[in-house]
């Protein structure tokens, strides 16, 4: 069994700056994907950036040059670090672990950016 616990979402204006955090635990295989998605109201949930175990990233153009991830995979966690938010940004933002044995989501963090 896998749990993913994500933190670090809440409010802030526009042009500032969020830290979220992811911790995996359980059966963690040490090749995987963990990465980070968000869905607002209405939308479609779609992916913000990836990482895998070795360290290549992968960012959906709206967050390139905005946001970065990265990852520890000694304590199995993923950060991403929100810079320069615009209230597109705003949405519930969930982990993910993608490793053989299946893929797991966390239990989402809201962000919400004000104009």
Known sequence: QVQLVESGGGLVQAGGSLRLSCTASGSIFGSNVMGWYRQAPGKQRE?????????????????????????????NTVYLQMNSLKPEDTAVYYCRLQQIIGNYWGQGTQVTVSS
């Open 47 to 75: 992916l913000v950036a990836t990482i895998t175990s070795g360290g290549t990233t992968n960012y959906a153009d709206s967050v390139k040059g905005r946001f970065s991830i990265s990852r520890d995979n000694a304590k």
